[in-house]
């Protein structure tokens, strides 16, 4: 299995869709989370889903879990290395979660942090609270710690692709070369 | 329970003093780490504890783990993303620890390096060695990586509270925001 | 146990062969790993282990354990943080890896990236890529975050040695300070 995680706006799910990913599922993990939440009733939108209380998350977290293992072995799971809620940045993949999974590669797709703050102004498509440059940074440093974390846990290799302003092309090669 | 952990000289204790932490029992690690390790004859001041071997800290802190776990759940406890030694920086938080306790938030307070200079100079109640700026980034920054590995271990989330000179009472109502 | 780390080219080799190493044996875990891999028939030449796959690296390094057991306590382990394959940073003591092993302190010996970049080009015994400063600050960043979590996963004490050009000496003292 291969992760591919994001700082949101980053251009994670771009990148997915013009990649071949021929061979593989993906399965974005943030779907999955929603499905289940929606299904139980927690919530109405994707956004609402950063509100959840902790412990929500993490039922939910585990539902998910059960949904990928069906899957079996070519999957690449789409996700977020931490969800920042009004309690914290929660993990996206904690040591009880990733235990569960083989996991062989993880990805994760970050930018420039005055790059990620046009984006995100220009995504119509979600509801989301301003960020400062120095918070995306707080939350791309944490990622990028977790996402090494991760990797000591799992013995998964660690790819950073920097999704640079008209670099689209280079960064889905990047991704490319870890799928064959 | 909720970890609160901070760079020496950052504040931690005085926000946690200041703050409204009613329904919650307010545990200090170090206070318990002394009291173990001066009721087995091996320090006589709370200075002196840097100086142990790591593993003596490693038995006393698995003593104080049991002494934690007596408190129940409504914990605030006041402890060293990790302690300076002379033999280098020992986690205050390992694995066979963390996996003994119900974590739900973890939170560092932590300062402007050239600020936590100043603050540790004007502290009388403690003999400490003197700290560069480089020396005490580099443990700042081992700690905010500690942090996020402790998180991805148990799944708490991460909360960093800069404390910057003049604005405690910001710090104190980061921390109350996060108690509700 | 010891377990001494580094950046290619930061000098870890060469501060513990000058170091008083009495006591201990030094076991060299690329070596290992090249001695089963080349009795496996995998690899011809050291540089070719970084281009062995990723789970193919896995299995050599299940082997090399059951073989740094069999020395016992006073072992200096001297490897990599992570190595840098095509597919990505290979960690170097995941946890499968790391649990096996009764780890006292984790010494990780780097240096400033354009030091880096000069040693490197000067040494004639390996076929190396070349290397920018971006890329040597990002497997440095890499690796300090693997040791953080190998501290946190393990409880092991954790040393920086910033090897400085003409300051071999200081690094080898500050190494033998943690050998007593």
């Known amino acids: 299995m ?12 771009t990148i997915l869709q013009k990649a071949s990913t021929t061979n593989y599922v993906i399965l974005n993990y943030g779907t999955l989370m929603f499905q ?5 009733k927690l919530v109405k939108n994707r956004d609402e889903m950063r509100k959840l209380e ?14 990928i ?6 999957v690449i799971l789409d996700t977020h290395c931490s969800i920042k809620t009004p309690k914290g940045y929660l ?7 990733l235990k569960e999974l083989d996991v062989e590669k993880l990805v994760y797709v970050t930018a420039e942090p005055h790059e990620l703050i046009e984006r995100r102004k220009n995504d119509p498509t979600r509801v989301r609270d301003p960020d400062t440059e120095e918070s995306i940074l707080e939350h791309d440093t944490i990622n990028r710690t977790l996402l090494a974390t991760y990797a000591a846990l799992t013995g998964a290799t660690i790819n950073i692709i920097i999704n640079r302003a008209g670099k689209l092309d280079d960064s889905v ?8």
């Open 173 to 180: 090669k990047q991704l490319e070369q870890l799928l064959t």
């Open 2 to 13: 291969i992760i591919v995680m994001g700082l949101p706006g980053a251009g994670k799910s």
């Open 54 to 67: 902790p412990e929500q998350q993490k039922n939910i977290q585990r539902m998910v879990v059960d949904e």
């Open 69 to 74: 293992k069906k899957h079996g072995k070519n």
């Open 36 to 40: 289940v939440a929606e299904k139980q």
């Open 91 to 97: 993990p996206g993949l904690p040591y009880y979660i």
